[in-house]
């Protein structure tokens, strides 16, 4: 028996048979990412049920020196919890770890396991007149590990701040086998460095989060969503600067996208209706939130907002949902267009984000630059204005082979972009992490101190690199298993 197979039969007897598979069958759908971007290899698939499983496993992989890949739903955008094509690692999938411990509703704040799925979280804070105010499209797939571990972001940003805001606390596996135990959330707490937050948006390179206190809040009693129409990105901005003055409490999402998604939505969705009679070169969704359902006049305060701002010019056109299957619909058109401009063929889709207030700026000037360099493509921009945050997509020009263009004009054009952001003082990662998919542009782009810094905590953390080998800043190639 070679070290690997009895590394395998090592691992099968500490987690079980449910909890190690090395099942090619098994093991295929967890191989590649999402999106078919990235492929891999593992020896298998570890499936701990305790945080003590985990802490074990972990020892084990030190013995061994076998690589682990942590993996959460498995929605990531930059191949974060894919596996390389070496087949000497193994995937850490902790979605057996699904258990909400202790929920707290006097105290606004909920202690649940890395495997829950969002949607679930909802549920239950929802089941005690709650909310955990972060949500996004994967809901139904993402884990709370996953969005730990990625810093994740959503459509609530604007007002509640990235997952970094929601964790109260952590207990988290290190490399070297121990537990960080801690989950007491502390309203004050000086004693030296904040360990939680240096292990968010660190995609299990430093540590493997096993659960988290996390903050809930109370849950909505009224919601108003406008669907409003615009000739341009800047007008967007005004028109979200007024609604920031007249109503920020209430203001909770700031969404825009082109004619141009809209049109691919309404193309996509069967049933699906555009919100206003005419179309318009831009369209802003907004929605305003109130804990309180005391008849106030969260509405009409909405209506003069949306009034005023149609009468300076801002706004050609706009409408407010009447009910919440109206908010819903509104939203859905929203939430559908990464999957219908995927219907549309290849394209590059940046994540990126520059200041509030040079996002119109940089959409203006960024379009038109790569649509010449680049003949046949079509650029545009939808997503949060509201914090800066527009996912900036690239279409394929007609005919292309997938797969081939984007190695090839693909590549270039998401370096161009990327230049682009930097010089408008951005980031080329705003919500989706750099996983193996932009850790070569990190390597060109960012702050040498910076990453000098964060390959100084690698090490420190994790000497043997055996934590999610190849993501974000990876040190030298782990040690052999031969």
Same mark, same amino acid.
């Given at each position: 028996?070679?070290?690997?197979?009895?590394?395998?039969?090592?691992?099968?007897?500490?987690?079980?048979?449910?909890? !190690?598979?090395?099942?090619?069958?098994?093991?295929?759908?967890?191989?590649?990412?999402?999106?078919?971007?990235?492929?891999?290899?593992?020896?298998?698939?570890?499936?701990?049920?305790?945080?003590?499983?985990?802490?074990?496993?972990?020892?084990?992989?030190?013995?061994?020196?076998?690589?682990?890949?942590?993996?959460?739903?498995?929605?990531?955008?930059?191949?974060?919890?894919?596996?390389?094509?070496?087949?000497?690692?193994?995937?850490?999938?902790?979605?057996?770890?699904?258990?909400?411990?202790?929920?707290?509703?006097?105290?606004?704040?909920?202690?649940?396991?890395?495997?829950?799925?969002?949607?679930?979280?909802?549920?239950?804070?929802?089941?005690?007149?709650?909310?955990?105010?972060?949500?996004?499209?994967?809901?139904?797939?993402?884990?709370?590990?996953?969005?730990?571990?990625?810093?994740?972001?959503?459509?609530?940003?604007?007002?509640?701040?990235?997952?970094?805001?929601?964790?109260?606390?952590?207990?988290?596996?290190?490399?070297?086998?121990?537990?960080?135990?801690?989950?007491?959330?502390?309203?004050?707490?000086?004693?030296?460095?904040?360990?939680?937050?240096?292990?968010?948006?660190?995609?299990?390179?430093?540590?493997?989060?096993?659960?988290?206190?996390?903050?809930?809040?109370?849950?909505?009693?009224?919601?108003?969503?406008?669907?409003?129409?615009?000739?341009?990105?800047?007008?967007?901005?005004?028109?979200?600067?007024?609604?920031?003055?007249?109503?920020?409490?209430?203001?909770?999402? !700031?969404?825009?996208?082109?004619?141009?998604?809209?049109?691919?939505?309404?193309?996509?969705?069967?049933?699906?209706?555009?919100?206003?009679?005419?179309?318009?070169?831009?369209?802003?969704?907004?929605?305003?939130?109130?804990?309180?359902?005391?008849?106030?006049?969260?509405?009409?305060?909405?209506?003069?907002?949306?009034?005023?701002?149609?009468?300076?010019?801002?706004?050609?056109?706009?409408?407010?949902?009447?009910?919440?299957?109206?908010?819903?619909?509104?939203?859905?058109?929203?939430?559908?267009?990464?999957?219908?401009?995927?219907?549309?063929?290849?394209?590059?889709?940046?994540?990126?984000?520059?200041?509030?207030?040079?996002?119109?700026? !940089?959409?203006?000037?960024?379009?038109?630059?790569?649509?010449?360099?680049?003949?046949?493509?079509?650029?545009?921009?939808?997503?949060?204005?509201?914090?800066?945050?527009?996912?900036?997509?690239?279409?394929?020009?007609?005919?292309?082979?997938?797969?081939?263009?984007?190695?090839?004009?693909?590549?270039?054009?998401?370096?161009?972009?990327?230049?682009?952001?930097?010089?408008?003082?951005?980031?080329?990662?705003?919500?989706?992490?750099?996983?193996?998919?932009?850790?070569?542009?990190?390597?060109?782009?960012?702050?040498?101190?910076?990453?000098?810094?964060?390959?100084?905590?690698?090490?420190?953390?994790?000497?043997?690199?055996?934590?999610?080998?190849?993501?974000?800043?990876?040190?030298?190639?782990?040690?052999?298993?031969?």
């Amino acid at each position: 028996m070679n070290r690997l197979n009895e590394f395998a039969a090592r691992v099968r007897d500490l987690l079980g048979e449910r909890g !190690f598979t090395a099942d090619p069958d098994l093991l295929e759908p967890w191989l590649t990412d999402w999106r078919g971007r990235f492929h891999g290899k593992a020896l298998g698939l570890a499936s701990p049920a305790s945080t003590e499983e985990v802490a074990a496993f972990v020892r084990l992989c030190g013995e061994y020196g076998v690589p682990i890949v942590p993996q959460g739903g498995n929605s990531g955008m930059s191949g974060g919890a894919t596996p390389d094509e070496s087949g000497t690692s193994v995937l850490l999938s902790l979605r057996r770890m699904d258990t909400v411990r202790e929920l707290d509703a006097s105290a606004g704040k909920v202690i649940c396991e890395a495997g829950v799925i969002l949607q679930n979280l909802h549920e239950a804070a929802e089941a005690h007149g709650l909310r955990f105010p972060l949500t996004l499209g994967g809901k139904g797939s993402a884990t709370v590990g996953g969005l730990i571990s990625t810093n994740a972001g959503g459509t609530q940003v604007l007002r509640h701040g990235t997952m970094r805001a929601q964790v109260l606390g952590i207990e988290a596996v290190l490399a070297n086998g121990e537990i960080f135990n801690g989950l007491t959330a502390l309203k004050k707490d000086n004693r030296g460095f904040d360990l939680k937050q240096l292990l968010i948006g660190s995609e299990g390179t430093l540590g493997i989060v096993t659960a988290a206190t996390l903050r809930l809040l109370p849950a909505i009693g009224e919601r108003v969503v406008a669907w409003t129409g615009l000739s341009s990105i800047g007008k967007a901005r005004e028109l979200l600067m007024r609604f920031e003055k007249a109503m920020p409490d209430e203001l909770e999402g !700031f969404e825009v996208m082109p004619a141009h998604s809209l049109a691919a939505v309404l193309d996509h969705l069967p049933t699906a209706r555009p919100p206003l009679a005419d179309e318009h070169e831009w369209n802003a969704l907004v929605e305003l939130v109130t804990p309180s359902n005391d008849g106030s006049d969260m509405r009409s305060r909405a209506e003069e907002v949306l009034a005023a701002a149609m009468e300076a010019g801002l706004v050609d056109d706009a409408v407010i949902a009447a009910n919440e299957k109206q908010a819903d619909d509104l939203w859905l058109l929203r939430d559908s267009i990464a999957p219908a401009e995927r219907a549309l063929g290849p394209a590059m889709q940046h994540d990126i984000s520059v200041p509030v207030e040079r996002m119109p700026e !940089f959409v203006e000037a960024a379009i038109p630059a790569v649509e010449q360099r680049y003949p046949g493509t079509k650029a545009l921009g939808f997503g949060h204005l509201g914090d800066g945050n527009v996912h900036f997509h690239v279409l394929a020009p007609q005919g292309v082979i997938a797969g081939e263009w984007e190695e090839a004009d693909g590549k270039q054009i998401s370096r161009f972009v990327h230049d682009l952001v930097t010089a408008h003082g951005g980031s080329i990662s705003a919500e989706h992490g750099i996983g193996q998919l932009k850790r070569d542009e990190l390597e060109r782009l960012n702050d040498p101190v910076a990453l000098s810094i964060m390959r100084q905590v690698k090490q420190a953390l994790d000497p043997e690199g055996l934590l999610n080998p190849g993501k974000l800043v990876p040190l030298a190639p782990a040690k052999s298993n031969a």
